[in-house]
């Protein structure tokens, strides 16, 4: 089946991605809870949070450069056995450096994971479709992220917080194991064939990550899942300085995923009214400002109205960085440039949290998300930047072709 038919596979996709999702964004404030009653502080939280990303650092690539000329499909089940694995044992450790271990394992999962399927999104969507397939499948990201902080933070309460979040973790990875049942025979025949047929030699990373729009997408996408990541993993912390119960955490932090789920169902007229680069500075400005005013003491409905505003915001990057990424990466290396935009979004969940950990320790548990509003007033500034050398006409980079796109009005980040 050519690209852009049946879209009977990304819908099955969008399930077990919010399966696997769901219990990842389940486990990680569990693992935050379970930390702070075996005696973690803030920066034995943020180790703990960047161990997560430590592992898929080093995997990212070679399982891209893997996928480009193999399939995408088998990734998806390992995926899978090490998500669920991860979160089922550090449900079970009995101390922080294993936990530590454990956060590890259920992070390559997810990349596993995260690979597989991007990868068939871009193989199996017709360049006109990209934007709003990406879209349609980081939907079941954040119905993961909506799902996962509720039932984590409905499990977890009372005095035995080990115990409950134990509970959880446990729970997250039977929900995991769920998303087996969506997997069968999602790769197309014809598009795996092409893929193992295609050209053998290897695209070199340099000329990558020199393609016009890969280094912006690469950065917007870090600075974006920098702020959900550390807003997931820190605002259980802040919750406890403040007296904010876990069950309201978890309410906030799906009502942040429902945000983001409502600004990309309506992401294709976005893009029609204001174009990529616009969209992405205006969202990354007002996602800084908002990710600032989370370190402000506010009463709880103010809190909720602004992690509302946020996930609307924080909804347009990572589609959007896909896409751009994809179209920007030379041929025949599609999925190593997705890779390498997850290595960067690694890069980021490794040193943000500790970094987090470490201004957390100084400053007081709000101030990281201060550093955040940075990071993405830095992205802001990438996006208008690309807007301008957009108008000043400038060509594609030494070495590369110019590039038709099916889609209006965008542009490389």
């Not at 399939?71 to 294993?98: F, H, N, Q, Y």
């Not at 499990?155 to 769920?178: E, K, N, P, Y």
């Not at 070199?204 to 950065?219: D, E, H, K, N, T």
């Not at 830095?378 to 400038?394: D, H, I, P, T």
Request: aromatic share 4%.
């Amino acid at each position: 089946m050519a690209p852009g038919g049946n879209r009977g596979w990304l819908l099955r996709l969008v399930i077990a991605f919010s399966f696997t999702q769901g219990a990842v964004s389940m486990a990680r404030p569990a693992v935050s809870y379970r930390a702070l009653a075996l005696g973690a502080d803030e920066r034995a939280i943020g180790v703990i949070a960047g161990v997560y990303a430590l592992l898929p650092l080093f995997a990212a690539v070679p399982l891209g450069r893997r996928t480009d000329h193999g399939r995408c499909a088998p990734l998806l089940p390992v995926g899978v056995v090490l998500i669920s694995g991860g979160c089922a044992l550090s449900g079970v450790a009995d101390s922080l450096w294993t936990m530590a271990v454990w956060s590890g394992v259920m992070g390559l999962g997810h990349l596993c994971f995260v690979i597989g399927s991007q990868s068939l999104v871009a193989r199996q969507s017709a360049p006109h479709e990209q934007d709003r397939n990406f879209g349609h499948f980081t939907i079941g990201v954040s119905l993961g992220q909506l799902v996962g902080p509720l039932a984590a933070g409905a499990l977890i309460g009372g005095s035995d917080r080990a115990g409950t979040s134990a509970l959880a973790l446990l729970v997250a990875g039977a929900g995991a194991a769920v998303s087996f049942t969506s997997l069968w025979r999602i790769e197309h025949r014809d598009t795996a064939a092409t893929s193992r047929s295609g050209p053998g030699d290897r695209v070199p990373v340099g000329r990558i990550l020199r393609a016009r729009g890969v280094p912006g997408g690469i950065f917007v996408s870090l600075s974006v899942l920098s702020a959900t990541d550390i807003l997931t993993a820190y605002l259980p912390v802040v919750g406890e300085h403040r007296g904010i119960a876990p069950s309201v955490i978890g309410l906030l932090l799906s009502l942040r995923a429902a945000a983001t789920i409502a600004c990309r169902l309506v992401l294709t007229p976005l893009l029609r009214l204001l174009g990529r680069a616009a969209l992405l500075t205006v969202t990354c400005l007002l996602g800084a400002l908002l990710c600032a005013g989370v370190a402000l003491p506010v009463p709880g409905w103010a809190l909720a109205v602004m992690l509302a505003l946020l996930g609307f915001c924080l909804g347009v990057g990572q589609p959007l960085s896909m896409t751009t990424v994809v179209q920007a990466a030379p041929d025949g290396a599609r999925s190593t440039a997705l890779a390498l935009r997850l290595t960067g979004n690694r890069l980021g969940q490794v040193a943000a949290p500790a970094t987090a950990g470490l201004v957390a320790g100084v400053a007081g548990v709000a101030a990281p998300f201060v550093m955040l509003g940075g990071l993405l007033l830095v992205s802001s500034g990438v996006a208008l930047r690309s807007a301008a050398r957009r108008e000043e006409g400038a060509g594609p980079a030494a070495g590369e072709r110019p590039k038709r796109s099916g889609l209006r009005r965008t542009s490389d980040i």
